[in-house]
């Protein structure tokens, strides 16, 4: 989807996690195979919508049959996980915290990852922010009808007093809004969340080499086929099919975050990332690629350096053991971090 301008219906379609409520009612296949590579491995893959992007992977494993049983069971996960984390599903645990302010008795992921949020938050200066919901449900609002225009001044002011991740208050098993009219969206860690427990779903039936792709977020454990890491390209924001750089992964995971996925209005003023402390889009980045440990961590860190300056946003990934960032400015300059490089991680 390429520079699309927003109405309600396909705000609702597409957004929040780029859309973890498209992926609730369930998984579709759209395409898999399974071949033998030679007398030791098969390569089983499969391409399916899930999470409101494409998700696709491809496992190297001895036994046809117990590769294909485990990615069966990796895509169950994402299904799970993807419904509980939903915020457009009325019945879902983020719905309520959003619709009462209050969440007890909180599923252990829930919990979990809006902790792991609140420390990303804290970790980047504010620069990630769950909480960013209201400025989210003002886009949708304002943008659905062509006529309305940009939010004012006054909008924005009002909805941003509603924003900040220092008004969670975290109780052992609840979770309370600490100002009216709070709301969080997962958009910017769930998917590699999600993306991260099919991978440990993978490894606990003994698949030790295979690659997920959601939509952008990758994780990559083993080998590929050949023998050799994984090879991960790098896309050019402009579309203009080349890549400017590429990595070879053998145990880690990389995303990445783009202004030319989402727009809301017809000015391209504003997209889908949100500086939380002004409540506008940011400019600075045409797309951000974070190498990390983990999909959530590079899904998240991403986002962040998105929000920031390219320059600020090199220095701070420089600061984060096993991180590495690539950086395409709006006007088209190119930025690595010390640590970014072809080699294998």
């Known amino acids: 989807m390429n520079s699309t301008i927003m109405n309600r219906r396909r705000f609702l379609k597409y957004s929040g996690l780029l859309g973890l409520g498209f992926g609730a009612g369930g998984l579709m296949p759209a395409g898999s195979e399974a071949v033998r590579f030679d007398r030791e491995r098969h390569k089983v893959s499969s391409n399916r919508v899930a999470m409101g992007t494409f998700v696709s992977m491809t496992l190297i494993h001895p036994s046809r049959d117990e590769a294909q049983e485990a990615m069966e069971l ?10 509980l984390l939903s915020r457009f599903d009325g019945a879902t645990p983020i719905s309520a915290l959003n619709r009462e302010g209050v969440l007890t008795d909180i599923p ?11 420390v990303y938050h804290r970790l980047t200066g504010g620069a990630f922010d769950v909480t960013v919901k209201p400025v989210v449900d003002l886009f ?28 969670i208050l975290l109780e052992e098993r609840a979770i309370r809004f600490l100002k009216s009219d709070m709301g969080i969206t997962l958009d910017g860690i769930a998917k590699g969340y999600i993306v991260d427990r099919a991978s440990e779903i993978l ?31 790098v896309e050019d924001p402009k579309k203009e099919n080349r890549y400017p750089d590429q990595i070879r992964i053998s145990d880690g ?31 600075h980045c045409a797309s951000v690629s974070v190498t990390a440990p983990t999909a959530m961590d590079a899904d998240a860190l991403s986002t962040s350096v998105f929000v ?38």
């Open 74 to 83: 990796a895509f169950v996960e994402i299904d799970r996980l993807s419904r």
């Open 308 to 345: 920031m300056k390219p320059e600020q946003g090199i220095r701070f990934i420089d600061t984060l053991p096993g991180c590495a960032c690539f950086v395409f400015s709006e006007k088209g300059q190119s930025f690595k971090s010390d640590g970014w490089s072809p080699q294998a991680i």
């Open 253 to 283: 995971a990389i995303a990445t975050s783009g202004n030319y996925e989402v727009y809301f209005d017809r000015e391209k003023m504003y997209h889908h990332i949100i500086d939380p402390q002004t409540g506008r889009s940011p400019h």
């Open 140 to 167: 949708a609002a304002r943008f659905s009808d062509a006529k309305a225009g940009f939010p004012s001044q006054s909008e924005m002011r009002r909805v941003l007093e509603s924003v900040g991740s220092d008004k």
């Open 108 to 118: 252990p992921e829930v919990l979990g990852l809006i902790r792991k949020s609140i």
């Open 203 to 233: 490894r606990s039936r003994r698949i030790d080499n295979h690659l997920i792709n959601a939509g952008g977020d990758i994780r990559a454990v083993g080998r590929r086929e050949d023998g050799e890491p994984w090879v991960v390209a």
